[in-house]
C-alpha cells in the first residue's frame, strides 16, 4: 500500500439492500482504497454475500449509493459493472458446468486485453496445476474444490482493478488455500491490485488483509487494520476462538 | 454511522426525459403506422387497384402514441416503480399472514356461492334463461377447474411439467362412450372405471419419461397427447375416427329418474314441470361441482399425507429425497397417476354431458388452455389455480358477449375473431404482474407451533 | 487401541473393498480399501478432486462402482451389499444417511416439513401405502404426532427448535447445514456420510458441529463418515482418518499417525500445519513494536 495513491477506489454509502421483503443490508458505508487488501468478516448471515453482489448490482441497493474510479455504479445493471474491471468469484462458484475449464478461463478474460491471454493462462495454470490436468474436463465434472479454484482463476483472468472474492477458502484443501492466500498478497504486492475479500476464515483473512470490516447483521460494526481486528478481544471471541462456548 | 451521503434522487417528475420518449414513439408509429395505416388499396369501379391516401388518419394514431408514451413515462412508470419498492419493503410476513387468511375466507365464500349459483341464476334468468349462464359459465368453467386441480398435483405439486394432460381427459371421455354405448353401463358405475383407465395410462405414459427432466419431459408428454388423438382419429373401427362418437347415453339420477325426454321416468314428467333441459343443465352442475371439491378435498388431503409431503420434496430436490429413501420412480408415477385420474372424470363427465365426443375437443390447444390455468394460478395453490379458471374460461366466455363492440368497429366487426388476441395479452400482461402466479405463497402442511405461509420466492418449480 | 486390532479393522459398519470409479477415461478412484468403525467418526481426507466425493457417491448408491465391493451391517446384524442397491434402497435398507457439498434442503418447505419428508417410509407405511390416509382410518395420526416428536427431538437438539415453522430457505448457511444432518438423522441411520460439514462455517460454529456430532455418536450411536478439510474438525473428533490423494489411499490411521505422515505433509497440509500457534506467537512479537507489515 503506498501512500500516495491512498484513495478510494470503492466508496459504499448507506447501501440498504432487500431480498423481497427481507432486509438484508441496513445501511452499509466502507471504503477500499487503491492497491488495498479490504476483508469482511462476519457470522453466516450477516450479509456479507448480499454486500458484494450489491457492489455488482444484482440485487441493486434500494437506497445508498456506490461510488467506484469516481463513478456511481449504483444503478448500472452488472455487465456494465463488470466491464469496469470488477471481477468477482461469487458464492455457489456459478462456474459454466457445459464448458470446459479452458472454455471457462476464455469467458473468463476480457476482450480487450487478449494479447495477455497466453501469459495469463499459463500463470492460473500455476497457480492451479490442478486446472491444467482438467484443462479439457467439463466444469461440472470438476469437484467442489476444483470448481472453487475454476472460479477463482475465471475472475483474475479479467486482469480486474478490483477483484472481489467471496469465501475464496470454502471447500479448498489447506494447502491450496495457503496458496491462494499467497497469490493474492504476491497479485497485490506486485500489481497492486485491489482486493475485496469476504472470508468466513476469519483468521487467514485478517492476517492478509490491510483493514477489516466487521459485519453482523447487514450492519458493519467495527473496523480497523487487519492486525488490530486480529487483536481485538470481542472478534477474538466471536470469530476467531472455537473452543470456548 | 453518518447519514447517506450521496442518495440518488428519483422523486420528482423527469419530464424532458418523458418529452423525448414521446416524440421519439411518436416518430416510429409514423413510421411504422404511415405505410401501414396511411396508405390504403382499394378497387375502384373498374376493378383497378388505387392508393387511397390515409396520412392524416396514420399522424393523428402517431400523436396519440406518442402522448400516451409520455404519460406513462412522465406518470405511470414513475409511479409503478416507487409503488413496486413500497410493496416490496412492506409485503411482510403478517401481510403474508394477512392474505392467506383473506385466500381462506375467500374460499369459504366461494364456496357457498357455488353451491347456490344455480338457484341464484333461476331466480334471476328464469328457467329456461339459466341454461346459459349454468351450462355455459357454470358447467364450462368447473370442467376447467376440476382439470386445473388434477394437472395441479402434476405440475404444481410433484413439479413435472406435463403437456400432454388433455390424452387423459380424452381416455376418459372414450371410456365412458364406449362402455356406455357397448356394454349399457350407467355413468355412475362407469366414472370409476374412467378414472382408473385414465391412472392406468398415466403410469404407462409416466415410465418411459420418468428419466426425462424439464424441456424434454414437456415435449414427450406433448407427443403423447397428440398420440392418443391421432390414435382415436385413425383407428376408425375403435373410436369412429374424426366422426367421433354420437348419441352417448345421459347422466342418470342415480337410476331413479332419467333426463331423456323419451323415458318414462323424466324427470320434468315426474315433477310435472314444463318441459325443459335446464334441469339436466343443473344436475350436471351440481355433479361437476361435487366432482371438483372430490379433487379439491382429495387433493388436500393427500398434501398432508407422505406422499403429498414427498411430492413437493421432489420438486424441491429430487436428488435429496433419493438420499433420504424414497422411491422417487414410485412418486413420480402415482403424481401422474392420480393427476390422470381426475383428468379421466372429467373426461367421462364431459363426454355424458356433450353426448358427443371427437378427438376434436382433444386438440394440443386444450392442454396448453389447462397448464396456463395452473401457471396462471400459482403453482400448487388450489385457490388460485379455480380463479385462474374462472379468469381464463369465463373470461374468454364473456368475450363471445362484446356484441357492443360492434357498435364501435362496425357491423363486420367478430368479436370472437379477437377472443385469442385479448386473451394472449391478458396472460402477458398477468404474467408481468404476477410473475408466479395469482397465489403464489405455499401453506405448509405441518407445523408445530404456527401456520406460516411461505413466501413464494422460496418455493422451487421444478425441473420436470 | 493402536497396540493390537483397531476397531475399524475388528468392527467395522462399513467396509469398502478395491472400489474402482472410472468416467470414460478418467480414474476417479483406484482400487480403495478402507473401512469405518462402528461408532468411530471416521474422515476422509485429501486434495481437492482425489475423489472423496465420489466415494460418497458409490457408498450412497448416487453411482454404480466400475469394481469394487462395499459391505455394510447395521446394528440389526444384517448385511448389505452397496454396489447392487439404488440409491433410495442404500438409504432405506442398508440405514445409509448423507448430506451434500452444497447444501441441499427442501428450501421451500418449513423447518418441520424437511424432518418429516425424511420419516417418509415409516410414515407411508403408517398410512396405508396412502389408501388408508385418505380415507382417515388405520393409525396414521398417532404416527405422525410420533414423527412429529422425533423432528421436534432434533430441532432441540440443533438449536432451531424456533424456527420450526419457517421455511428452510430462509435459515443461515451455518444453520442449513445442522438442519441438513438433522434430516438425514430423522431416517434412523446407522452410518452418517457428512460431505464437508463445516465447509462455510466460522470456528465458533465449526466447534458446535463438533460437539454436534459427538453428540449423535453417543446419543444415537450413529457412526459417522466424514469429508472435510477443516482441520479443526478432522483433528479434533475423528477417531480414525484416512487421506485420498489421486483417488488411491496414501494414508490410513488415527489422527495423530496421519498428521505427522509425511506424504500427507506434502500432499495436502502444507509445511506447517500448526500455523496458528504460530500465528498467536508473531502476534504476541508484533504488539510490543511498531514494524510495518511485510
Keep these: ?245 | 454511522m453518518n447519514s447517506a451521503v450521496k442518495t440518488n434522487e428519483r422523486a420528482g417528475i423527469d419530464f424532458g426525459r418523458a418529452l423525448k420518449d414521446g416524440v421519439i414513439v411518436g416518430i416510429i408509429a409514423f413510421a411504422l403506422l404511415g405505410p401501414l395505416v396511411g396508405l390504403k388499396t382499394e378497387q375502384n369501379m373498374s376493378n383497378e387497384l388505387i392508393v387511397q391516401n390515409r396520412l392524416g388518419l396514420a399522424a393523428i394514431l402517431s400523436v396519440i402514441v406518442g402522448v400516451g408514451r409520455f404519460l406513462l413515462s412522465a406518470f405511470i412508470y414513475p409511479r409503478i416503480a416507487a409503488r413496486g419498492n413500497r410493496s416490496k419493503a412492506a409485503a411482510t410476513l403478517a401481510e403474508l399472514e394477512a392474505r392467506a387468511k383473506l385466500t381462506q375466507g375467500l374460499s369459504i365464500v366461494g364456496l357457498i356461492f357455488l353451491f347456490v349459483y344455480p338457484l341464484l341464476i333461476i331466480s334471476l334468468f328464469g328457467v329456461q334463461g339459466s341454461i346459459k349462464w349454468v351450462d355455459n359459465y357454470g358447467v364450462q368453467i368447473l370442467i376447467y377447474v376440476m382439470l386445473g386441480w388434477g394437472l395441479n398435483i402434476v405440475i404444481g405439486l410433484a413439479g413435472l411439467l406435463d403437456l400432454g394432460y388433455v390424452a387423459f381427459y380424452a381416455v376418459g371421455a372414450y371410456s365412458y362412450s364406449l362402455l356406455a354405448i357397448n356394454f349399457h353401463l350407467s355413468f355412475w358405475v362407469l366414472l370409476p372405471i374412467a378414472g382408473m383407465l385414465a391412472a392406468f395410462w398415466g403410469i404407462i405414459l409416466g415410465f418411459p419419461v420418468l428419466r426425462l427432466r424439464g424441456d424434454y419431459l414437456a415435449i414427450v408428454t406433448l407427443a403423447f397427447g397428440e398420440i392418443i388423438r391421432l390414435v382415436l382419429i385413425n383407428w376408425k373401427a375403435f373410436s369412429g375416427g374424426s366422426a367421433g362418437i354420437s348419441s352417448i347415453p345421459k347422466v342418470t339420477m342415480f337410476g331413479i329418474y332419467s333426463f331423456d325426454v323419451s323415458a318414462p321416468n323424466n324427470f320434468a314428467k315426474a315433477f310435472h314441470l314444463a318441459a325443459s333441459s335446464a334441469y339436466y343443465k343443473v344436475f350436471l352442475y351440481y355433479i361437476i361441482l361435487m366432482l371438483a371439491l372430490l379433487t379439491a378435498f382429495i387433493t388436500l388431503r393427500l398434501r398432508r399425507l407422505p406422499i403429498g409431503r414427498a411430492w413437493e420434496a421432489l420438486r424441491e430436490d429430487e436428488v435429496a429425497c433419493r438420499s433420504l429413501g424414497i422411491n422417487t420412480t414410485n412418486t413420480k408415477l402415482t403424481a401422474f397417476a392420480i393427476g390422470a385420474m381426475f383428468g379421466g372424470f372429467a373426461g367421462s363427465f364431459f363426454a355424458a354431458r356433450q353426448g358427443f365426443v371427437s378427438p376434436e375437443s382433444f386438440v394440443f390447444m386444450e392442454s396448453a388452455v389447462i397448464v396456463a390455468i395452473v401457471v396462471l394460478g400459482g403453482m400448487g395453490s388450489m385457490i388460485g389455480v379455480a380463479l385462474a379458471a374462472v379468469a381464463m374460461i369465463g373470461g374468454t366466455e364473456l368475450l363471445r358477449e362484446l356484441d357492443f363492440l360492434k357498435a364501435v368497429f362496425g357491423n363486420d366487426f367478430n368479436p370472437d375473431q379477437y377472443r385469442m388476441l385479448i386473451f394472449g395479452l391478458a396472460m402477458v400482461g398477468i404474467m408481468v404482474w404476477k410473475p408466479r402466479g395469482f397465489v403464489s405463497a405455499r401453506q405448509p402442511t405441518a407445523f408445530l407451533f404456527k401456520r406460516k405461509t411461505v413466501s413464494g420466492d422460496l418455493v422451487k418449480e421444478g425441473h420436470g | 487401541m493402536t497396540t493390537s486390532l483397531r476397531n475399524w479393522d475388528s468392527d467395522p459398519v462399513l467396509a469398502v473393498e478395491h472400489l474402482t470409479m472410472r468416467f470414460g477415461g478418467l480414474v476417479a478412484v483406484n482400487d480403495l480399501s478402507f473401512s469405518v468403525g462402528r461408532g468411530d467418526i471416521t474422515a476422509l481426507i485429501g486434495p481437492n478432486g482425489a475423489g472423496k466425493t465420489t466415494v460418497f457417491n458409490c457408498i450412497t448408491g448416487f453411482y454404480k462402482p466400475t469394481t469394487g465391493m462395499m459391505s455394510m451391517r447395521p446394528r440389526d446384524g444384517s448385511l448389505h451389499l452397496l454396489e447392487r442397491m439404488p440409491d433410495f434402497v442404500v438409504a432405506r435398507k442398508a440405514k445409509v444417511a448423507r448430506t451434500f457439498q452444497n447444501i441441499r434442503l427442501f428450501s421451500g418447505m418449513t423447518l418441520l416439513e424437511n424432518l418429516l419428508v425424511a420419516q417418509h417410509n415409516p410414515l407411508m407405511i403408517a398410512s396405508g401405502m396412502t389408501f388408508l390416509g385418505v380415507l382417515g382410518i388405520g393409525g396414521y395420526k398417532t404416527k405422525e404426532r410420533e414423527a412429529i416428536e422425533r423432528a421436534r427431538y432434533w430441532l432441540d437438539k440443533i438449536g432451531l427448535i424456533g424456527r420450526a415453522d419457517d421455511p428452510a430457505g430462509d435459515l443461515p448457511y451455518g444453520a442449513q447445514r445442522r438442519l441438513e444432518i438433522a434430516r438425514a438423522m430423522c431416517t434412523g441411520p446407522d452410518l452418517l456420510c457428512l460431505d464437508e460439514p463445516a465447509a462455510g462455517l466460522n470456528p465458533r460454529e465449526s466447534a458446535e458441529l463438533n460437539a454436534l456430532l459427538l453428540s449423535i455418536r453417543k446419543d444415537d450411536g450413529t457412526s459417522i463418515l466424514l469429508i472435510e478439510h477443516d482441520m479443526s474438525v478432522v483433528m479434533g473428533i475423528s477417531d480414525h482418518v484416512v487421506v485420498l490423494e489421486y483417488g488411491t489411499k496414501i494414508a490410513d490411521g488415527t489422527p495423530t499417525e496421519t498428521r505427522n505422515d509425511p506424504r500427507v505433509i506434502a500432499a495436502y497440509l502444507g509445511v506447517d500445519d500448526e500455523e496458528v500457534e504460530e500465528i498467536e506467537q508473531e502476534l504476541d512479537v508484533v504488539t510490543g513494536s511498531e514494524e510495518g507489515r511485510a
Excluded: W
Design chain 1, 1 to 245: 500500500m503506498s501512500a500516495e495513491d491512498n484513495k478510494p477506489l470503492l466508496t459504499v454509502r448507506g447501501a440498504k439492500t432487500y431480498y423481497g421483503n427481507i432486509i438484508a443490508l441496513k445501511g452499509v458505508d466502507i471504503d477500499v482504497n487503491r492497491g488495498e487488501i479490504v476483508t469482511l468478516i462476519g457470522a453466516n448471515g450477516a450479509g456479507k454475500s448480499t454486500l458484494m453482489m450489491t457492489i455488482c448490482g444484482n440485487p441493486r441497493a434500494r437506497e445508498g449509493s456506490i461510488v467506484y474510479d469516481g463513478q456511481d455504479i449504483t444503478r448500472l445493471p452488472t455487465h456494465e459493472i463488470a466491464r469496469l474491471r470488477i471481477a468477482q468469484s461469487p458464492e455457489g462458484r456459478r462456474i459454466f458446468p457445459r464448458m470446459t475449464v479452458l472454455e471457462n478461463l476464455q469467458m473468463g478474460a476480457s476482450i480487450d486485453n487478449m494479447e495477455f491471454f497466453d501469459t495469463d493462462i499459463q500463470y492460473m495454470f500455476d497457480l492451479f496445476p490442478r486446472l491444467k490436468e482438467r484443462i479439457n474436463q467439463r466444469g461440472g465434472t470438476l469437484s467442489g474444490g476444483e470448481q472453487q479454484m475454476l472460479a477463482i482463476a475465471r475472475a483474475l483472468m479479467a486482469r480486474p482493478k478490483l477483484l472481489m472474492l467471496d469465501e475464496p477458502s470454502l471447500g479448498l484443501a489447506p494447502l491450496i488455500v495457503k496458496q491462494i492466500f499467497d497469490a493474492i498478497r504476491e497479485l497485490n504486492r506486485k500489481d497492486g491490485l485491489t482486493v475485496f475479500l469476504v472470508e468466513q476464515n476469519a483468521f487467514h483473512a485478517l492476517k492478509l488483509a490491510h483493514r477489516g470490516y466487521v459485519m453482523v447483521n447487514g450492519v458493519i460494526t467495527m473496523s480497523g487494520s487487519g492486525r488490530e481486528l486480529l487483536e481485538n478481544p470481542e472478534v477474538r471471541a466471536a470469530y476467531l476462538e472455537g473452543g470456548a462456548h
